[in-house]
């Protein structure tokens, strides 16, 4: 079962996101571009081996993160917060990975970094706009 749609029109609306990783009782946050793979509900993106995010999610596959609309406006603030396993895409998913991810973004064929992928599990989506606080639940069954 996919999330509600109006979570999947937020994903696909922005395109950057906070990833949250933690080994050893420290946490560490990064931001990067991403593209979702709608069907499998994954969020892609590229980064090199040598980051600390990296490092850490092959210690700890297991991540959190958020993508959020900036916005002083109360009435319309909007964020997704979300957990899931990151891996990184090999094979034939790989293929579909890339694609999209460079669909998106065409300039990230510059970087021949390897292509991630989080498999999301559980999102919260707080949308104002359907009421201040409002809140939608997901997770993978």
């Not at 990296?54 to 319309?76: F, R």
Request: with cysteine; charged share 20%.
């Amino acid at each position: 079962m996919q999330p509600d749609p109006a979570v999947i029109r937020f994903i696909k609306k922005h395109h950057l996101l906070t990833l949250a990783t933690c080994t050893d009782s420290v946490p560490y946050c990064s931001n990067m571009f991403y593209a979702l793979l709608e069907q499998e509900f994954y969020l892609i993106f590229t980064s090199d081996t040598k980051t600390r995010h990296i490092a850490e999610v092959l210690k700890n596959p297991v991540v959190a993160g958020s993508i959020a609309l900036e916005t002083e406006t109360v009435g319309k603030i909007q964020g997704l917060q979300f957990c899931g396993k990151m891996m990184e895409m090999s094979g034939k998913p790989k293929i579909k990975a890339t694609t999209a991810y460079l669909k998106r973004f065409p300039y990230a064929v510059l970087s021949g970094t390897p292509i991630w992928a989080i498999e999301i599990t559980y999102t919260k989506f707080t949308d104002n706009r359907l009421g201040f606080g409002t809140k939608l639940i997901w997770h993978k069954t």
